[in-house]
């Protein structure tokens, strides 16, 4: 039996509320202007699609969805609309352009109109929206293409710079991940929110062409914080930053993480200023040295943050959060890795003082959330019940994940089959497995367990 996990819940609520979600992908639908919705109704109150759902949520997401109806009616309506008005445009100009291809790109900009608005989009923005969605750099890789490609690149960038660079930098250090080489290609067993530096190199670089993977936040009008289109060979690119220590490029954002990690773990628990006076000017990171008055900042902050009504809540649901330090260290260090990992997406140079107060600021703040997904992966909830389950992860787990993850590189059929609900897929798991050996990897159950629901 399948995990129902509030993404597939949500999915089968909204297939009923919204037939043919707007002629959209339903993945794009629910993930980009759904769960926005939900979540904005509910104050936040479902953390991430990928967690398990219990029975009282359930009932919970039932009526909010109900109540958000006209809103995902309106927003359905207004897709088709800009699908319709994109891909004429994109016929008129002789490009060849599937809907899957600006279904991504649709839903999140109907997503963040719907939010603000409760009127349909005006033609002049429904035609902005249709020329925005249409792709402006080249398509990307598939897994197989990009594992067929660029094997033999990653292996030699890997060997000539990448384990001597994890060796001085090692992403267990500031609990961003193992120090295992990162797969090229694969199923993750954990969320992609929660990978770290452990993300498949094939899904960081898919993340240059997804739309809902940039930066929507205000940004500082320094001209080095403007985004920049992706430019020259991405696959480089993205070797190159992988094979950096803790997988990144720049020094300065190796320096960056390791100063918020000391400021969430023993430094002095006091404020130093807050993060607009620190960004104020946009001066250069260090590349030498943890600033320590970057380190002080986030001790205040996070004192700030555990200390109010949201620190208030997490000890209401999880209790004394000084037994859960572990954790809440690594929620926002998780969460400051995707930040850095986007700038370097965005940016050829490294970030200045702006770029790393926004950084740290949102991995403080963003800290209740991110925690609440990481507690449920460590401690998943046992399918149509409410208790809890203990932590299987074990080094014993672990290898047997990763070799199930490895392996299942080529059979993506398997995981195709997984992702899109199919009867069979475990019996074709259960085949697959025997031929393998199937002592040495995760069963079927424990695989349905950790895979990400990204349908």
């Known amino acids: 039996m399948m995990t129902e996990t509030v993404a597939r819940h949500l999915r089968q609520v909204v297939a009923e509320l919204v037939p043919g979600f707007g002629g959209l992908q339903a993945s794009d639908f629910v993930r980009q202007i759904a769960f926005r919705v939900l979540n904005v109704r509910s104050g936040r109150q479902f953390a991430a699609l990928n967690l398990p759902i219990k029975p009282a949520d ?6 909010l969805l109900n109540e958000c109806a006209e809103t995902l009616r309106l927003a359905a309506t207004e897709a088709r609309c800009v699908r319709h008005a994109a891909l ?27 939010l603000a608005n409760s009127v349909p989009i005006p033609d002049s923005i429904v035609a902005d929206y249709a020329a925005e969605v249409l792709p402006a750099i080249e398509k990307p890789l ?28 090692p992403p267990s250090a500031l609990r961003l991940g193992t120090d295992r080489r990162p797969p090229l290609a694969g199923p ?6 929660l990978q770290g530096s452990d993300r498949p190199v094939h899904d960081r670089y898919r993340a240059y062409f997804k739309d809902s993977a940039r930066s929507t936040a205000e940004r500082c009008q320094h001209p080095r914080c403007q ?23 720049h020094v300065q954002h190796r320096l960056l993480l390791r100063g918020l990690g000391i400021g969430l773990g023993d430094a002095p628990a006091k404020s130093a200023g807050n993060w607009a006076d620190y960004g104020q000017e946009d001066s250069d990171l260090s590349a030498t040295m943890v600033e320590e008055d970057l380190v002080l900042r986030v001790s205040g ?69 991110v925690f609440d997904e990481l507690y449920a992966h460590h401690r998943p909830v046992q399918s149509g019940t409410d208790q809890t389950a203990p932590n299987v992860d074990s080094t ?6 990763h070799r199930t ?18 009867s069979d897929w475990s019996a074709l798991y259960d085949r697959w497995a025997a031929q393998q050996g199937a002592t040495s990897l995760l069963t079927a159950a424990e695989f349905d367990a950790q895979m990400v629901e990204v349908r």
């Open 142 to 169: 598939s897994a197989e293409e990009f594992v067929r490609t660029q094997s033999a690149a990653y292996a030699d960038r890997w060997r000539t710079h990448g384990r001597d660079a994890w060796r001085a930098s």
């Open 301 to 369: 902050h996070l004192q700030a943050i555990l200390a109010g009504p949201r620190g208030f809540r997490m000890r209401e649901r999880y209790g004394d959060l000084a037994t859960h330090g572990d954790l809440i260290e690594q929620a926002a260090m998780l969460k400051a890795y995707r930040e850095v990992c986007r700038w370097e997406r965005e940016h050829d140079q490294p970030m200045g003082r702006c770029g790393a107060a926004a950084v740290c600021a949102a991995a403080i703040g963003a800290l209740p959330h």
């Open 58 to 63: 359930r009932i919970r997401l039932d009526s």
């Open 88 to 114: 004429v445009l994109a016929d008129d100009l002789g490009l060849g352009v599937s809907p899957g291809q600006i279904s991504e790109k649709i839903a999140t900009r109907v997503g963040r109109w719907v």
């Open 396 to 401: 014993t787990f672990t290898e047997r994940r």
């Open 405 to 422: 993850m490895d392996l299942l590189l080529s059979r993506l059929d398997i995981v195709l089959a997984h992702q899109q609900g199919r």
């Open 188 to 193: 993750s067993p954990v969320p992609a929110s």
């Open 227 to 249: 985004p920049e289109p992706p430019a020259g060979n991405l696959p480089a690119r993205t070797i190159r930053q992988v094979c950096g220590g803790l997988g990144l490029t």
